[in-house]
Antibody
Framework: EVQLVESGGGLVQPGRSLRLSCTPS????????MSWVRRAPGKGLEWVGF??????????EYAASLKGRFTISRDDSKSIAYLQMNSLQSEDTAVYFC????????????????WGQGTLVTVSS | DIQMTQSPSSLSASVGDRVIITCRAS??????LAWFQQKPGKAPKSLIY???SLQSGVPSKFSGSGSGTDFTLTISSLQPEDFATYYC?????????FGQGTKVEIK
């Protein structure tokens, strides 16, 4: 059974940094791209970015508004995906979801399949 | 950025009803569209990708259709476990964007 468990959330002061982790099970982590999505209180889902697998160069894509502050990385030897968040602001308060990204060979594109339950990040003084 | 607009924002329905949720993209996205279900406190669940392909393990009461800018998610016979919020998402171009959600409530 595919499972994704996010960790590392909590209360952080504005301007500080936080790193979230995503620990998978039930599949070969290195074969898949991984993504992060967030949902702020009372708002909808917002895509943060994703990282391709090693086979695709571990290249990344980000939402333009977050690029430069947020960085997605992966450690295939540990089977963990990370979301490094710097210069956090109150608007970054959200539940952050880790998602496994599947490759559609027919359309030659990526899409989401399994989601974690999320970890809450609260940015407040 | 491509804007995704869902309608309605919420609906009330009874068990056994057929429910249709629509999603409109601000520009053509071919069939690069997915649907998700989320219940409070639970991980979102992927239902459909490529506009009409069911994710593994998703029951056939869920179906998707559409191409270009207009898409629909249909639940053929609503069951108690289907009361949730549903989101569409385009992955035609970055940034990937979501609809605002449709909350399906019990009538």
């Amino acid at each position: 059974e595919v499972q994704l468990v996010e960790s590392g959330g909590g209360l952080v002061q504005p301007g500080r940094s936080l790193r979230l982790s995503c620990t998978p099970s039930g599949f070969t982590f290195g074969d898949y791209a991984m993504s992060w999505v967030r949902r702020a209180p009372g708002k909808g889902l917002e895509w943060v970015g994703f990282i391709r697998s090693k086979a695709y160069g571990e290249t990344t894509e980000y939402a333009a508004s977050l690029k430069g502050r947020f960085t997605i990385s992966r450690d295939d030897s540990k089977s963990i995906a990370y979301l490094q968040m710097n210069s956090l602001q109150s608007e970054d308060t959200a539940v952050y979801f880790c998602i496994r990204v599947q490759f559609d060979w027919l359309l030659s594109t990526f899409y989401f399949d399994y989601w974690g339950q999320g970890t809450l990040v609260t940015v407040s003084s | 950025d491509i804007q995704m607009t869902q309608s309605p924002s919420s609906l009330s329905a009874s068990v056994g009803d057929r429910v249709i949720i629509t999603c409109r993209a601000s520009q053509a996205i071919s069939n690069y569209l997915a649907w998700f279900q989320q219940k409070p406190g639970k991980a979102p669940k992927s239902l459909i990708y490529a506009a009409s392909s069911l994710q593994s393990g998703v029951p056939s009461k869920f179906s998707g259709s559409g191409s270009g800018t207009d898409f629909t998610l249909t639940i053929s016979s609503l069951q108690p476990e289907d009361f949730a919020t549903y989101y569409c998402q385009q992955y035609n171009s970055y940034p990937w964007t979501f609809g605002q959600g449709t909350k399906v409530e019990i009538k």
